[in-house]
């Protein structure tokens, strides 16, 4: 079946360092995407999206690149600060318009 | 109050007891979704609401029980739960299903964290 997932399931990164999050998607039909952030005790909340007619979107501190060559998308987080520490997922809309969502990257920063 | 809120945050519960989890959207929005989220799995998408009528059960067990009674309000009765039910049950909402104007964006409730026992 189609799916969205992330490479890793825990990426460390130093405070200050920039963090890159990997997501691969199956579906080629796909045609959206959406990042969200979800921390200790909380639902997740949107971060950022993009359409499959741009390859990249930047918002406050957040980059995301998408690759429809490879079925790929990254998002970059510049400067990552201790508030940043959470877990993320990729998510993307199927050709059924359904959101399939991946398993999620922890992010942890070190001081 | 603003967003989605859930209640209650967390709930103990033994496999004959029946509880119920409530959702509310204070967004305007016209779709709301149950998810179930257990640890190293994707969210498990349990029900869809589109203006108070269901349109989408994932094949879910019977002992959860959804209820829609208005755009703003979604329950979710429980009842002879399992052990493996254990889960964060998340709430979310959208002003439209997926693929329509705004159905992209889910907004999430805090969830409520459910342990059965």
């Known amino acids: 079946g189609e799916s969205v997932g992330l490479h890793l399931p825990t990426l460390s990164v130093q405070e200050g360092d920039n963090s890159i999050i990997n997501c691969a998607y199956s579906n080629s039909a796909s045609d959206y995407f959406i990042w969200y952030k979800q921390e200790s005790g909380k639902g997740p909340q949107f971060i950022i999206d993009i359409r499959s007619n741009m390859d990249k979107r930047q918002g406050q501190r957040v980059t995301v690149l998408l690759n429809k060559t490879v079925k790929h998308l990254s998002l970059q987080i510049a400067a990552t600060q201790p508030g940043d520490s959470a877990v993320y997922f990729c998510a993307g809309r199927n050709r059924d318009d359904k959101i399939i969502f991946g398993k999620g990257t922890r992010l942890h920063i070190l001081p | 109050e603003t967003g989605v809120t859930q209640t209650p945050r967390h709930l103990v519960m033994g496999m004959t007891n029946k509880k119920s989890l409530k959702c509310e959207q204070h967004l305007g929005h016209n779709a709301m979704y149950w998810y179930k989220q257990s640890a190293k799995k994707p969210l498990e998408l349990m029900f869809v609401y589109n203006f108070k009528e269901q349109t989408e059960n994932n094949s879910v067990p019977s002992r959860f029980s959804p209820e829609c009674p208005n755009s703003s309000h979604l329950f979710l009765h429980l009842h002879t739960l399992q052990p493996e039910d254990s889960a964060l049950y998340l709430c979310?909402?959208?002003?439209?299903?997926?693929?329509?104007?705004?159905?992209?964006?889910?907004?999430f409730g805090p969830g409520t964290r459910l342990t059965v026992l």
């Open positions: 979310a909402s959208s002003q439209e299903l997926a693929g329509g104007p705004g159905g992209d964006t889910q907004y």
